[in-house]
């Protein structure tokens, strides 16, 4: 994302004021700016500022659980006001609600009234999970809004949007795609030789120091599965497999350029064997044809739009 997106954290105080650390934590290692009144909202001799405050961001979390907030001067509570403000402004939100504490209060019931999806937790523990595995559609939700300000047709946003992902994971399907030509036509085997780690690795670099890879979250959920498996395959091939002195050969890819790859002897380091590298390899390549499948998708909405 080209910006650093505003996410305003509307809730209670007094029994959320841990975990709201924690979500603020979360959103700034993603790259986000996490706007919370009581630590970095605009200072004021002014009561209730956040009133301006919250027209400022990008996207609102709201998380109610037993106590509904002490009322404002307009007969209801902060955090029941700052979802007014968000819902009059258009500003995208997500509603989390506690399942064993949320009472049908009077937030509760317009959010009901208004046919507003949200999530129930449990635990603090259990919501930052949730949070942590919707950053992508918060992520995908701003930066559609973003362009959407700009005046754009909505076809010509959700277009962008496609076309952007679809290009990069094409880049990545053609690296997996020549590495895996030249496991067949120059017999280089995926354990026998260093040529899944030398191909595989910079795509684990990238996925790494992106705050996200995909807009899409089901592209970047695939992504992760495909990446998890292959750390796990790297990690320990390097430290069962040593190179074969003078076997190393320079094989050409066109979208990482140079790749030198070696044969390799096995020398047992590890708890793992020869099957347990086969598995990984399987579901490797098992996770990257459902990613291919998605990214056939993403072609027939882009073309469609």
């Known amino acids: 994302m080209a910006f650093k997106p505003r996410i305003f954290i509307s809730s209670t105080f007094s029994d959320n004021q841990k975990v709201r650390e924690r979500i603020k934590k979360h959103f700034r290692e993603m790259g986000a700016e996490p706007l919370l009144y009581e630590s970095n909202l605009t200072p ?8 301006r405050d919250i027209l400022d961001a990008d996207f609102v979390i709201l998380i109610m659980k037993a106590n509904y907030g002490t009322e ?25 609600l506690m399942s064993s504490g949320a009472t049908d209060n009077e937030l509760i019931k317009e959010l009901k009234a208004d046919q507003v999806s949200y999530y129930y937790f449990k635990t603090d523990v259990e919501l930052l999970k949730r949070l942590k595995e919707t950053s992508f559609i918060i992520a995908e939700e701003i930066f559609l809004k973003n362009l959407a300000q700009k005046k754009l047709p909505h076809s010509t946003v959700c277009q962008l949007a496609y076309n952007a992902d ?34 595989i690795e910079p795509i684990i670099r990238y996925f790494d120091q992106q705050e996200h890879v995909f807009i899409n979250w089901k592209l970047d959920d695939a992504l ?3 990446v998890s498996i292959a750390d796990k395959f790297i990690f320990n091939h390097g430290l069962d497999y040593t190179a074969i002195p ?19 002897e096995y020398m047992r380091n590890t708890e793992f064997g020869y099957e347990d590298y086969k598995k990984w390899l399987m579901d490797f390549f098992k996770k990257y044809e459902e990613f291919k499948n998605l990214v056939k998708e993403l072609r027939l909405f882009a073309d469609y739009n």
């Not at 004021?44 to 009133?51: A, C, L, N, Q, V």
């Not at 003078?246 to 030198?260: A, C, F, I, N, W």
Request: proline letters at 3%.
């Open 44 to 51: 004021s001799t002014k009561p209730m500022t956040y009133r």
């Open 72 to 96: 404002t001067d307009r007969g209801i509570s902060g955090t029941h006001e700052e979802y007014r403000i968000a819902k009059e402004n258009q500003i995208p939100i997500h509603v989390y």
């Open 166 to 199: 679809y290009q990069r994971a094409i880049d990545l399907i053609r690296t997996i795609e020549c590495m895996k030509r030249y496991h067949i036509r120059l017999n280089y085997d995926y354990i026998g030789t260093t040529i899944f780690s030398d191909f």
């Open 224 to 226: 992760s599965g495909m």
């Open 246 to 264: 003078k076997s190393y050969t320079t094989l050409r890819d066109e979208v990482l350029g140079e790749v030198p790859v070696c044969r390799v």
